[in-house]
């Protein structure tokens, strides 16, 4: 009788240091891969591809030389999530850029540093030393008007979101801006 007893609190005792061990052993992973860049953790399923980014982008993101800071303006709850995923795939894919999300709703001057109007949440400010580019959420997602049989409405249409990051940061990064010049005065176009 003692020694089925004793056999029983062993094998208890086997059990429950294995799960205590399983247990750690998960958490440790947990923290591995909670810390590893979106660009290995993140797989890009959609039918468009929408964060997989071009050579272009990645070449333009590796020869960065200055710090580019990218703000995401939305309500703090109301952030687009592609947006937000592609922002952060840039940040992880250059240390020199910078994500800061601005809340519309507790900072709302913030914008009128870069824009005269009202800025629609999801837009992006992209900010470098020499000058600054905003990105409307309006030029992010393409839109196009679809109608019904009753009404008109705006229907989202096409994912431009790379293209109009990309050539923000390099905008904003880029030395010296071609200026072109126009001459009049001939009667001519």
């Excluded at 096409?158 to 293209?163: I, N």
């Excluded at 904003?172 to 001939?186: I, K, R």
């Amino acid at each position: 009788m003692k020694s089925a007893e004793s056999r029983r609190f062993r094998n208890g005792s086997y059990s429950t240091l294995l799960t205590v061990i399983v247990v750690a052993v998960l958490i440790v992973i947990n923290f591995i891969v909670g810390g590893l860049p979106t660009t290995i953790t993140k797989l890009d399923l959609s039918e468009q591809k929408t964060l997989s980014f071009s050579e272009q982008t990645k070449e333009l993101l590796k020869g960065l030389s200055e710090d580019v800071t990218v703000y995401l303006v939305a309500q703090k709850g109301s952030e687009d999530t592609i947006i937000q995923e592609l922002v952060d795939k840039y940040a992880s894919l250059s240390k020199k850029v910078h994500v800061v999300a601005k809340d519309s709703a507790l900072d709302p001057t913030f914008t009128t540093r870069y824009a005269s109007g009202v800025l629609a949440d999801n837009s992006l400010i992209v900010e470098s030393k020499r000058r600054y580019k905003v990105i409307p959420y309006e030029d992010i997602y393409k839109q196009t008007t679809g109608y019904t049989e009753t009404n008109q409405q705006m229907i989202s249409t096409d994912f431009d979101g790379e293209s109009q990051l990309t050539n923000a940061i390099d905008f904003v990064t880029t030395e010296a801006l071609p200026v072109a010049y126009t001459v009049t005065g001939h009667s001519e176009l």
